[in-house]
């Protein structure tokens, strides 16, 4: 079943919104900060940048190309890699507060 048009800028826009936001809360977070770092700020930063690795693919992942035309393999892993990527910026903001 071929996806809804617009979906692949949508699913491109918005994973560039998300990784914008989460380079965003990095800035104000004290990445730069010259304290000694603890395992939680490591954390942080590993979760992020594994965020920033997964949506940094969803645009590339969701306009190759497939055979046939209709087919929509690509997409549905593009947005597993969307979904993989919040939950991550998420949990890494999440690290942040508690730890």
């Not at 491109?12 to 004290?30: D, P, Q």
């Not at 497939?66 to 892993?77: H, K, L, M």
């Amino acid at each position: 079943m071929p996806s809804p048009t617009g979906s692949v800028p949508a699913l491109s826009s918005a994973s560039a919104t998300i990784f914008s936001i989460g380079i965003v809360f990095l800035g104000y977070w004290g990445m730069y900060e010259p304290t000694k770092w603890r395992v939680a700020d490591h954390m942080v930063v590993v979760i992020a940048l594994i965020g920033f690795g997964c949506l940094g693919l969803v645009p590339w992942m969701a306009t190759s190309p497939v055979e046939p035309e209709t087919n929509d393999a690509r997409i549905r892993v593009a947005r597993h890699l969307f979904l993989a990527g919040v939950l991550a910026i998420w949990l890494a903001v999440a690290v942040s507060l508690l730890f």
